[in-house]
């Protein structure tokens, strides 16, 4: 690649001629950007460290940049047809090959399209080279987003940013074969199958042949001519062909419910006995519903089965840098962590994979546009208080044809369960209109839902302008009222208004999530690492309402005293993450079915930063993170902070029986103040009541809560142990009521824990052993607490013992744990050794009251 400005050619077709010198060019990442490039190939100081972005002058971006590549064909290649496949660039680009110009900018351009163009006139046998001038986005266009989540990308995500594939083949091209079921919802192992195939005919004479599926479980196929030029699509059902009709299948089913089941499918066009082009894949036999509840609010049912989706927002990496591998660990963190679904908000992924990994791990996807369209200052041009940027005949072409070509390259994977046509606001009906359309011909399996706000705006401007009811569907049955602050646990049990634990909550978050010490030290040069500032720190916050910590440090200090240096703070952080990150999945967990869906804001992070995240951008878990896991556990006792009650939460897919749950109490001198016990049984997919705490008088200003579930055979499947204030949080629900930006609500007091600090110190016991299995370094780490005083909020650290950098990914059965009196508990945890082969990792232990240890 290289920038038009450093070119001097006037005749810009030398530029695409095999001959042509391009020593002096630099590397290009395809797919990726032209700053992503720059970043990977050391061309630049790491933009993600710091304030470096802020070094890197946009200017160098508003030019044109080329890219040119060579590739080999033969003389059989050009008696077939040859094709340049685009799967999505940004913005718009001029296509040359062999220097003749096959496609210019106006028709090349728009960042979800995907293009083909057939190159037979412009292609030799031998060498040939491709060549693209490309341009950014201008203002008011419909491009690659980041909102107020983090700084914007000086290069506004300029270049390739997915897959480029040559295709040769007879003149019949098979597209987006999909695989959708009608499930026997009572017997859960039967399945009426509809196969629907594209068929493309870039020849010049009609082609005549059979179309062959072969879906593992049976075979079909049909005779189909498809004209010259034509796009077709051809339809298998069971009406047509009774093999169709399948018996003794295994269903797809979401993380924690059941297994996520794939069959492989082939689809072949044969004409004359020759086989004219082959596609295979995977599908899953699962069939989704949804529906608005009797409180108005989505619901979706898998498999004739109610689903909680419990999930967090999915961004790409700010640069577009994302490689199998992260997103491969990504995915296993989120399997880790018991959630069973993701938000791709205006983030589809540079390949298939990441669907393809959440078809394998049994993770649903919510997918859609972004927000970044739907408001003026981020569109860069006026928008439409209730139908966003997408009002004109030409932008809802465009919008449409995006859509389409999005949905034909998706629509077979099983982990999507719902298209959503909006974020914040509503596509305009005009709009809406071609979107069914597009549904009706392309998907008719699933539900579409026109924003991911709504309830709440209906009788009148809570979050939005306009209430967010279509015309056309109605109203979403889904919220997004916050809060995206600070919150504190009781919330999310008693709000009953706002973001609570009720109906599906698109995006909310209890606000910043600081990383771990060694992912500050990482980001921020060593002389700003404290006290906090301006310049770095908010650098690395978000944009707008959310550049600041202010909240969250008050909030911090109030509740656990001020920190006196960074390794303070961040151990701090990761107690205040956790503390403030489960109670809001349990709260939803405990609610259902009056509650329906929850997406924390955010999963991941686009780059190195200190909001929303529940695992970093170099894959470093903080606290939030095994509070997740923790509070998604699949058969899990919660404590309702505001009520003083116990819930038992079974999410698995089978009734548990003869569970018995401890419940134990303990004052700061870890002394047992409570104990009692409860047993019953608890049916499939359900939560419920089944204690309420008496007055326990001897509570100290601080005390713990500790919970343990038992199966029938007496073996622990669940613990789960919180810390509580006597000085309860409270929060101005009235003050809430105007829902003021970011729509939190403001804290009139705040629990008191600074009486952790009369925790004496304590001496743990330790037997560490390491072990290799296959490609994985697996830890396994016994704790004994011998001593009379509890090991409060203890952390395990893996470091490689060369580089003195944590290992990760990571994935430790349990993290951040207390340890009572006397207690032994034992903790594994596996990396692949690719990250790490250097011998036995060196292991850090540290706790509130346990100082640092390294094994």
């Not at 077709?232 to 009774?242: G, K, V």
């Not at 967090?312 to 591998?325: C, F, H, I, N, Y």
């Not at 790490?836 to 292991?843: I, M, R, W």
Request: glycine residues 6%; proline residues 5%.
């Amino acid at each position: 690649m290289q920038s038009s400005e450093k070119l001097t050619e006037a005749d810009e077709s030398l530029i695409s001629q095999n001959n042509y010198d391009d020593d002096n060019w630099l590397e290009a990442i395809v797919p990726g950007t032209v700053l992503g490039s720059m970043a990977t190939t050391g061309k630049i100081k790491d933009p993600y460290f710091g304030i470096n972005m802020q070094q890197v002058d946009p200017a160098q971006f508003q030019k044109p940049w080329w890219f040119r590549t060579s590739f080999e064909l033969n003389g059989d290649d050009l008696e077939k047809q040859v094709s340049l496949r685009f799967n999505g660039i940004n913005y718009r680009a001029d296509l040359w090959v062999n220097g003749q110009k096959v496609a210019g900018k106006n028709e090349f351009a728009g960042t979800y399209r995907m293009f083909t163009f057939n190159i037979n006139d412009y292609v030799q046998s031998g060498k040939n080279t491709l060549a693209l001038k490309m341009w950014q986005h201008a203002d008011g266009e419909y491009s690659i987003g980041f909102v107020d989540w983090n700084p914007l990308p000086r290069d506004r995500n300029l270049g390739i940013f997915r897959e480029v594939f040559l295709e040769v083949n007879e003149g019949v091209k098979i597209r987006s074969p999909f695989v959708y079921a009608k499930v026997d919802k009572k017997s859960l192992d039967a399945a009426d199958l509809f196969i629907q195939v594209e068929l493309e005919n870039g020849s010049e004479k009609d082609q005549q042949g059979v179309l062959r599926v072969d879906y593992e479980l049976g075979v079909v196929e049909q005779a189909v001519t498809v004209k010259a030029g034509e796009s077709r699509s051809c339809r298998f059902s069971p009406e047509d062909f009774q093999q169709l009709a399948v018996q003794d299948v295994k269903l797809w089913w979401p993380n924690g419910m059941g297994d996520p089941n794939l069959y492989r499918l082939k689809v072949d066009f044969i004409s004359d006995k020759s086989l004219m082009d082959q596609v295979s894949s995977r599908y899953g036999i699962r069939e989704i519903d949804s529906y608005l509840n009797d409180d108005q609010n989505r619901v979706f049912e898998v498999n004739g089965k109610f689903v909680l989706p419990k999930g967090g927002g999915w961004v790409d990496d700010l640069l577009l840098q994302d490689t199998k591998e992260s997103v491969e660990a990504q995915l296993k963190y989120v399997h880790h962590m018991n959630l069973n679904s993701i938000r791709c908000e205006g983030f589809w992924g540079k390949t298939e994979g990441l669907y393809d990994l959440c078809d394998e791990y049994g993770i649903l996807v919510m997918i859609g546009w972004n927000c970044h369209w739907e408001w003026e200052e981020y569109l860069l041009k006026p928008t439409h208080e209730k139908y966003g940027g997408a009002v004109s005949d030409e932008d809802i072409e465009l919008m449409a044809a995006m859509w389409k070509d999005q949905l034909l390259w998706l629509r077979n994977h099983p982990s999507i369960y719902v298209w959503m046509l909006g974020s914040d606001k509503l596509p305009a009906p005009k709009l809406e209109h071609q979107y069914i359309e597009l549904f009706k011909k392309y998907d008719p399996s699933r539900t579409y839902v026109t924003s991911a706000g709504g309830a709440g705006t209906e009788d009148n401007n809570i979050v939005a302008e306009v209430p967010l009811v279509s015309d056309i569907s109605g109203p979403t049955g889904m919220k997004m009222l916050g809060p995206y602050a600070y919150t504190p646990p009781v919330y999310w049990f008693t709000d009953s208004l706002l973001g609570g634990g009720y109906g599906f909550n698109t995006e909310t978050c209890p606000g910043p999530s600081i990383p771990p010490l060694s992912s500050l030290k990482r980001m921020l040069p060593e002389e700003s690492l404290w006290p906090i500032d301006t310049t770095y720190w908010e650098y690395h916050t978000g944009r707008n309402a959310f550049k600041t910590l202010d909240r969250f440090r008050k909030a911090m200090n109030e509740r656990y005293g001020e920190s006196q240096s960074v390794e303070e703070f961040a151990f701090k952080s990761q107690v205040s993450n956790y503390e403030l990150m489960r109670p809001m999945f349990e709260a939803f967990i405990a609610h259902k079915p009056k509650s329906t869906g929850l997406v924390q804001w955010m999963l991941n992070s686009a780059w190195p930063e200190l909001y929303w995240q529940l695992y970093d951008t170099y894959l470093q878990p903080n606290g939030s993170f095994y509070g997740v896991r923790k509070a998604c556990n699949p058969l899990h006792a919660i404590y309702r902070y505001g009520f003083d009650d116990i819930y038992l939460a079974n999410e698995q897919l089978n009734a548990a029986e003869e569970v018995t749950v401890k419940i134990r109490a303990f004052d700061i001198q870890s002394k047992e103040i409570f104990s009692d016990s409860w047993t019953g049984s608890i049916a499939t997919n359900t939560s419920k009541q089944i204690y309420q705490l008496p007055e326990i008088k001897s509570r100290t200003d601080v005390w713990f809560l500790d919970l343990r579930v038992y199966n029938k055979d007496q073996e622990e499947v669940d613990n789960n142990l919180y810390w509580l204030s006597l000085k309860e949080d409270e929060l101005d629900y009235e003050a809430a009521k105007k829902l003021e930006w970011p729509y939190y609500t403001p804290p009139k007091g705040y629990a008191d824990f600074t009486a952790l600090d009369q925790l004496g110190k304590v001496q743990l016991k330790y037997d560490y052993l390491y072990t290799k299995e296959g490609e994985n370094g697996v830890v396994k780490l016994t704790l004994k607490n011998p001593g009379n005083t509890i090991a409060f909020f203890t952390y395990f650290d893996l470091l490689d013992p060369q580089s003195e950098q944590p290992i990760l990914p990571v994935y430790w059965s349990d993290n951040y744990c207390t340890l009572l009196p006397g207690e032994e508990r034992t903790y594994t945890a596996r990396y692949s050794l690719s990250n790490s082969n250097a011998g036995k990792p060196t292991l850090k232990v540290k706790a509130w009251n346990v100082d640092e240890v390294s094994l």
